[in-house]
T-cell receptor, first 114, second 117 residues
Framework: QKEVEQNSGPLSVPEGAIASLNCTYSDRGSQSFFWYRQYSGKSPELIMFIYSNGDKEDGRFTAQLNKASQYVSLLIRDSQPSDSATYLCAVNEGTNFGNEKLTFGTGTRLTIIP | GAVVSQHPSRVICKSGTSVKIECRSLDFQATTMFWYRQFPKQSLMLMATSNEGSKATYEQGVEKDKFLINHASLTLSTLTVTSAHPEDSSFYIC?????????????FGSGTQLSVL
């Protein structure tokens, strides 16, 4: 049974600070990792994906991957109230997305405090 | 960009009735679509993988006779919740992968909130 673990939160961060979201996964063979943002009652939207160990930056977002520790994180710099949402970590066993399924974590609820 | 359309967005039905949810890829072909279910404050749980022209692959614990999936064309998959009961009330979401050139995005439908009375 493949598992993806996240702290459910809620995580409260002051506006302008850095929000740090963490995720661990059980399947050492996992190849690709995703962070989705989901607003209440809405579908998830992709924020970032990462395949290789290290950091990947996109605007205010940085994904960090450590395959040896089976750990992936998402940093949000200069947090804004609009970043308040549930963040889902998802793991794929390969890179053939068309035919492979994602395993989602339970999500971390993030609240940015103005 | 790739769009996945899902209808209806919300449905309320009586216990014992069947409900059909449609998932369409509007500007791309999808040989594979995925159906998820999400209970309040929980994550997405994959129910089944819908394969065009063949039987769906169901996840462990998901009743294939209760959740009927039909992927009749490359742009349409349907999920029918048969003889719905209150415990089936949930947020159902479909997704599809349009292929290379879309930044590895898995596109999600807007979801269907099912409430069974």
């Amino acid at each position: 049974q493949k598992e993806v673990e996240q702290n459910s939160g809620p995580l409260s961060v002051p506006e302008g600070a850095i929000a740090s979201l963490n995720c661990t996964y059980s399947d050492r063979g996992s190849q690709s990792f995703f962070w989705y943002r989901q607003y209440s009652g809405k579908s998830p939207e992709l924020i970032m994906f990462i395949y290789s160990n290290g950091d990947k930056e996109d605007g205010r977002f940085t994904a960090q991957l450590n395959k040896a520790s089976q750990y992936v994180s998402l940093l949000i710099r200069d947090s804004q109230p609009s970043d308040s949402a549930t963040y889902l970590c998802a793991v794929n066993e390969g890179t053939n997305f068309g035919n492979e399924k994602l395993t989602f974590g339970t999500g971390t609820r993030l609240t940015i405090i103005p | 960009g790739a769009v996945v359309s899902q209808h209806p967005s919300r449905v309320i039905c009586k216990s014992g009735t069947s409900v059909k949810i449609e998932c369409r890829s509007l500007d791309f072909q999808a040989t594979t679509m995925f159906w998820y279910r999400q209970f309040p404050k929980q994550s997405l749980m994959l129910m089944a993988t819908s394969n065009e022209g063949s039987k769906a692959t169901y996840e462990q614990g998901v009743e294939k006779d209760k959740f009927l999936i039909n992927h009749a064309s490359l742009t349409l998959s349907t999920l029918t919740v048969t003889s719905a009961h209150p415990e089936d009330s949930s947020f159902y979401i479909c997704s599809a992968f349009p292929g290379t050139g879309f930044n590895e995005k898995l596109f999600f439908g807007s979801g269907t909130q099912l409430s069974v009375l």
